[in-house]
């Protein structure tokens, strides 16, 4: 159980694109979701919370007009990356919790690469 | 201080050594601690979690808490070569609203 997925597992695009990451929940119901992004050898960055049927919390220092969180259901949470830039190549990985307090189950992660 | 500070490593052990991972807390109102193993090129998975002071095993595995000293480890008996990867700690805080903080993690080779 707690399986958490991410579409797609990698993709590439033009600076000044739009890239949309699904993340979902497939066997559980996810009232919050978790946004995260690790560059290469670092540790992970927590982006933002993602709230089912309302706004995104956001962390200090990263652009909600930027990165556009969605979370119109229990089991799905998209994080569109716009007017992508080289220096937004990333791996951004999702995750959810069955229950607050208890441990996060991630995605598999999406490698953004922006050329 | 960082909130959940934990030895880059990297830590290196021999195949079928004990191998421990170490972390510390700044919120001692924390209740939930967990430990996540991530390899390299991969989003971590989550092997361990506790919530009360002793230890804590499953398989391989022993996690201990120490409320009292803000300190909480992983013991990996019997490493193998597979266990090689980066080790996060993470700790749920009630400082400043919920929330889980992870450490920059440990990395973690057991040699053949």
């Known amino acids: 159980g707690a399986v958490v997925s991410q579409h797609p597992s990698w993709v590439i695009c033009k600076s000044g694109t739009s890239v949309k990451i699904e993340c979902r929940s497939l066997?559980?119901?996810?009232?919050?979701m978790f946004w995260y992004r690790q560059f290469p050898k670092q540790s992970l960055m927590l982006m933002a919370t993602?709230?089912?049927?309302?706004?995104?919390?956001?962390e200090q220092g990263v652009e909600k007009d930027k990165f556009l969180i969605n979370h119109a259901s229990l089991t799905l949470s998209t994080l569109t990356v716009t007017s992508a830039h080289p220096e937004d190549s990333s791996f951004y990985i999702c995750?959810?919790?069955?229950?607050?307090?208890?441990?996060?189950?991630f995605g598999p992660g999406t490698r953004l690469t922006v050329l | 201080q960082k909130e959940v500070e934990q030895n880059s490593g990297p830590l290196s052990v021999p195949e079928g050594a004990i191998a421990s991972l170490n972390c510390t807390y700044s919120?001692?109102?924390?209740?939930?601690f967990f430990w996540y193993r991530q390899y390299s090129g991969k989003s971590p998975e989550l092997i361990m979690s506790?919530?009360?002071?002793g230890d804590k095993e499953d398989g391989r595995f022993t996690a201990q808490l120490n409320k009292a000293s803000q300190y909480v480890s992983l013991l990996i008996r019997d490493s193998q070569p597979s266990d090689s990867a980066t080790y996060l700690c993470?700790?749920?805080?009630?400082?400043?609203?919920?929330?889980?903080?992870f450490g920059a993690g440990t990395r973690l080779f057991v040699k053949a």
């Open positions: 995750s959810a919790h069955t229950e607050t307090g208890y441990g996060q189950f």
């Open positions: 506790i919530y009360s002071n």
């Open positions: 993470a700790v749920n805080m009630l400082a400043g609203g919920f929330k889980t903080i």
């Open positions: 919120d001692r109102g924390s209740q939930s």
């Open positions: 993602s709230n089912e049927g309302s706004k995104a919390t956001y």
């Open positions: 066997d559980f119901q996810a009232t919050t």
